[in-house]
């Protein structure tokens, strides 16, 4: 199988200083700790003139439109989210987001290649066996990208027209 590294793609005019309210105690997005998050949360940001919304954010947590969010379940139906309506005050511009937590696979191969100081992945290689079912999922120790997924996940969102992504097939062993 193929496997895809997702993130937000940055040459848009996406929104900035996400959680400037820290809405968000960024500590709590666990598994476990997402309980004590309110079902639905309003966080401030900066939205550029002319910004754009993405399908997907990245940072400072994983954000996915209602789109990306349904196509993601399909296929990774243990993820776990709460409702957050991203906005910003001076204009009152607002968009629906779902905070997503992905669970995080210890999945690299010894393989990867790494930096001369070690603090930056070269060329990223996944270890299949490590992966199992999983299709999507974050990886251990690699702050590439935002999130790995599987071919048919890909395929899936791209039917749907999910924008301001990139997307970058990852090597497997």
Do not use: H
Not at 97 to 111: G, P, R, T
């Amino acid at each position: 199988m193929k496997y895809f590294l997702i993130g937000t793609d940055e040459k848009n005019r996406n929104p900035y200083n996400i959680n400037k309210n820290r809405a968000l105690d960024i500590r709590k997005l666990t598994r476990e700790g997402i309980d004590t998050l309110p079902r639905w949360n309003i966080i401030s940001m900066d939205l550029p003139d002319e910004g754009f919304f993405p399908d997907l954010i990245c940072s400072p947590c994983i954000l996915m439109s209602r789109d990306c969010i349904r196509a993601v379940i399909m296929y990774q139906p243990d993820i776990v989210y709460k409702g957050v309506k991203l906005w910003e005050s001076d204009s009152g511009v607002n968009r629906t987001y779902f905070l997503s937590i992905i669970e995080e696979l210890d999945c690299m191969s010894e393989k990867t290649q790494r930096s001369a100081m070690g603090n930056r992945i070269i060329k990223l290689v996944l270890d299949e066996e490590k992966i199992a079912s999983n299709a999507v999922f974050r990886i251990k120790g690699c702050d590439k990208s935002c999130i790995a997924a599987r071919l048919d996940v890909v395929e899936s969102l791209l039917r749907r027209g999910i924008q301001g992504i990139t997307i970058e097939e990852v090597q497997l062993v």
